[in-house]
């Protein structure tokens, strides 16, 4: 019963262009959606997040897209940069609970 | 002055065995966190402690017991270790109490991965 699915496991984009990472969830009661990013051998860490009352988030070169209606969320890295690949995990959260997703693994080729 | 860190960083052990890993939070938060990331890579989390209430993910078998001795300090403990209980423990923390905490960004530790023989 996967509640939040990223269905690419990895992902490769050459550096400069633009990496789409996609997100779906299935719970309707989720209202708030976070981003982390996880390099090797360390805890995930923060990326952006984004409110349900909101579509679209931007922070520098990340940007959050949410389509409520189609329950799907996505994160644009523009431009990508070598340092950007790691695991990126979309996590979906209510009042109760917080739910990740098994994460897409992002490869930016320079 | 790592902001949350775990011990060990690596734990390898026989089926059957007790262990307990530790967490240590500096930042002041109010809530703390055990996920587990398995061979699937997801991440689940398995309890949700604050001063005032421990949540616990059903899912998570009574062998394993969250001790706080303090608000900076959430340690794991396992009874009974079994081969499933391979895995990579993370732990992390969250500024807010209870009511809100789930949407908080969580401050993650660097995981202690867990074999068991």
């Known amino acids: 019963d996967q509640q939040v699915k990223q269905n690419s496991p990895s992902l490769s984009v050459q550096e400069g262009r633009i990496s789409i990472l996609n997100c779906d969830y299935t719970?309707?009661?989720?209202?708030?959606f976070l981003w982390y990013k996880k390099y090797p051998a360390e805890g995930p860490t923060f990326l952006i997040s984004?409110?349900?009352?909101?579509d679209k988030n931007e922070d520098g070169r990340f940007t959050v897209f949410l389509n409520k209606s189609a329950k799907h969320l996505s994160l644009h890295i523009v431009p990508s940069q070598p340092g950007d690949s790691a695991v990126y995990f979309c996590?979906?959260?209510?009042?109760?609970?917080?739910?990740f997703g098994p994460g897409t693994s992002l490869s930016v080729i320079p | 002055d790592t902001a949350v860190s775990q011990t060990p960083k690596y734990l390898v052990t026989q089926m059957g065995n007790d262990k307990s890993i530790k967490c240590e939070q500096n930042?002041?938060?109010?809530?703390m966190y055990w996920y587990k990331q398995d061979s699937k890579k997801f991440l689940k989390i398995m309890f949700s402690?604050?001063?005032?209430?421990?949540?616990i993910n059903e899912t998570v078998p009574n062998r394993f017991s969250p001790k706080s001795p303090d608000k900076a300090h959430l340690n794991l403990h396992i009874n009974s270790l079994e081969l499933g209980d391979s895995a990579v423990y993370f732990c992390?923390?969250?500024?807010?109490?209870?009511?809100?905490?789930?949407?908080?960004?969580?401050?993650f530790g660097p995981g202690t991965r867990l074999t068991v023989l």
């Open positions: 992390a923390s969250s500024q807010s109490g209870s009511g809100r905490h789930y949407r908080d960004t969580q401050y």
């Open positions: 719970n309707s009661m989720f209202d708030y």
């Open positions: 984004i409110s349900s009352i909101k």
């Open positions: 996590a979906a959260s209510s009042y109760d609970k917080v739910i």
């Open positions: 930042l002041g938060h109010d809530t």
């Open positions: 402690y604050n001063n005032k209430e421990l949540i």
